[in-house]
């Protein structure tokens, strides 16, 4: 299955989906520009309010820098995608990683293609995280199974008006064996505080998506090798009932 078709596909599962995808797909422009988040990375997607107030970033395809994805052995093309598969997984997977993950969908605006994310509210560095525990270890989980290359900390915010941990930027995400690993915060964490020993609710969720007999759909939405390697890891999770280790894609 190529690209295109991958597109395709992925555009198609948010064609009915939930009202903040429709919203996102469907609602028209009233402003576009730079973001400031006080936290800037290596990119800075620009910020677009939508006509109903609603705040997203889009992530254009041709803003990805080349070597960066290199670096990561990524597509900048995938890795793109990779922003809206993260968040189809985490839908059909429940919450709280549901809640955790911003709604985003491929879109067009000016022309230029792209992953319209929604915002996630909140800051970094924020000590009432330790507020959130059960989120945090929820992170860990969610970046083990998904092979997350680089979870560093800035790639979360915190809302303490709702207290609730969310988890930005899937880009360097379905890794495969041996691809570089730079960070996984939360995974790290977990296996330091907690060790790797598996939730039922995580153990319930793997079962589920190995059950699926697609991935949850996600077949049609990855490249054959890094839906592979999301089975095999989640297989690997089931069987021995421990989170992975850091890299261990």
Same mark, same amino acid.
């Given at each position: 299955m190529d690209i295109d078709e991958r597109i &395709?596909?992925?555009? !198609? %599962?948010?064609?009915?989906?939930? *009202?903040?995808?429709?919203?996102?797909? #469907?609602?028209?422009?009233?402003?576009?520009?730079? &973001?400031?988040?006080? !936290? %800037?990375?290596?990119?800075?997607? *620009?910020?677009?309010?939508?006509?109903? #107030?609603?705040?997203?970033?889009?992530?254009?395809?041709c803003d990805q820098k080349p070597n960066l994805c290199r670096q990561y052995k990524q597509d900048r093309i995938e890795a793109v995608l990779n922003e809206v598969t993260a968040w189809r997984l985490a839908f059909a997977t429940g919450d709280p990683w549901r809640q955790m993950l911003p709604t985003a969908v491929l879109r067009k605006i000016e022309n230029l293609g792209g992953a319209l994310i929604n915002e996630k509210p909140g800051r970094v560095n924020d000590p009432a995280l330790a507020n959130v525990i059960g989120q945090v270890m929820a992170a860990g989980f969610w970046?083990?199974?998904?092979?997350?290359?680089?979870r560093n900390m800035r790639n979360y915010r915190y809302d303490a008006d709702s207290n609730s941990l969310g988890l930005i930027d899937h880009a360097f995400a379905f890794?495969?064996?041996?691809?570089?690993?730079?960070?996984?915060?939360?995974?790290?964490?977990?296996?330091?505080?907690?060790?790797a020993t598996l939730a039922e609710r995580e153990l319930e969720a793997l079962e589920a998506l190995l059950d699926s007999g697609d991935l949850h759909g996600l077949r049609d939405c990855l490249p054959t090798d890094r839906a592979d390697a999301l089975e095999d890891r989640a297989r690997r999770m089931m069987n021995t009932r421990l989170l992975p280790g850091l890299g261990a894609f």
């Open positions: &395709a596909n992925l555009v !198609s %599962a948010t064609a009915h989906g939930t *009202p903040i995808e429709q919203e996102l797909m #469907r609602s028209g422009i009233i402003a576009m520009g730079v &973001a400031i988040t006080g !936290s %800037a990375g290596t990119s800075a997607p *620009p910020l677009v309010v939508l006509d109903t #107030r609603r705040r997203a970033f889009f992530k254009r395809f970046d083990g199974l998904i092979g997350n290359q680089d890794a495969r064996p041996g691809d570089p690993f730079n960070a996984s915060a939360f995974l790290a964490g977990r296996r330091l505080q907690a060790g």
